[in-house]
């Protein structure tokens, strides 16, 4: 499974957009880019995930460039709850989701 | 979505003492894995629960610290063994199904050995 590489820490301010970057240059054809998350002492949390088109659901958007070597992740108007840490994970075949470091997101009011 | 109930929450045991914990889905799934993740730490997948076969571990971990038993589709356990100081830590089991879209976490067991 690629690598992914995140910043360590973010702020965004509540009611903006939280836009949360990140890089996976080894991705490979079939390798989907996925999101999870994860509040302070619960476990992890699926956001969205995606191939190579982008994709929105009802908590999130994910922007994957056109070479897929990276990808942002859109929380439209982060509120105090969105405050966690967000991985960005490249899953392939197996199945695993491994995960790297992430970014601590901490929204303020 | 499944819905995962893990047992104990947590637990506080003596060094040198093992722990098993227990992951039990609502339904029927083919993927469950065990992870671990230490204080301040992102997770570390430590094996996929296979059933009816033994356990794939990941590189550094082994079934004599962590064995692990998967009788049927929706049940798995996790034994930590010989507990150390250094085996404090949040263990989580995650399921999914072959090819599908996500896969869904327990709440976890928080581990402190003493």
């Known amino acids: 499974d690629a690598k992914t590489t995140q910043p360590p820490s973010m702020d965004c301010a509540e009611g903006r957009a939280a836009n949360l970057p990140c890089n996976h240059s080894?991705?490979?054809?079939?390798?989907?880019v996925y999101w999870y998350r994860q509040i302070h002492s619960q476990g992890p949390q699926y956001i969205i995930h995606?191939?190579?088109n982008n994709e929105t659901n009802e908590m999130a958007s994910l922007i994957i460039t056109e070479d897929r070597k990276s990808s942002t992740l859109i929380l439209p108007h982060a509120t105090l709850r969105d405050t966690a840490v967000y991985y960005c994970i490249v899953r392939g075949n197996t199945d695993k989701l491994i995960f790297g470091t992430g970014t601590r997101l901490q929204v303020f009011p | 979505s499944a819905v995962i109930s893990q047992k104990p929450s947590r637990d506080i045991c003596q060094r040198g003492t093992s722990l098993t914990i227990q992951c039990q889905v609502d339904?029927?799934?083919?993927?469950m894995f065990w992870y671990r993740q230490q204080p301040g730490q992102s997770l570390t997948l430590i094996a996929t629960?296979?059933?009816?076969?033994?356990?794939?571990?990941e590189s550094g971990f082994v079934i004599d610290k962590f064995p692990i038993s998967r009788p049927n589709l929706t049940f798995s356990t996790l034994t930590v063994s010989n507990m150390s100081p250094e085996d404090s830590s949040i263990y989580l089991c995650?399921?999914?199904?072959?090819?599908?879209?996500?896969?869904?976490f327990g709440q976890g067991t928080r581990l402190t050995v003493v």
């Open positions: 080894t991705i490979s054809g079939n390798e989907y």
């Open positions: 995650s399921v999914g199904d072959r090819g599908t879209t996500e896969a869904f």
């Open positions: 629960a296979n059933q009816g076969s033994e356990a794939t571990y």
């Open positions: 339904s029927q799934v083919t993927m």
């Open positions: 995606g191939l190579k």
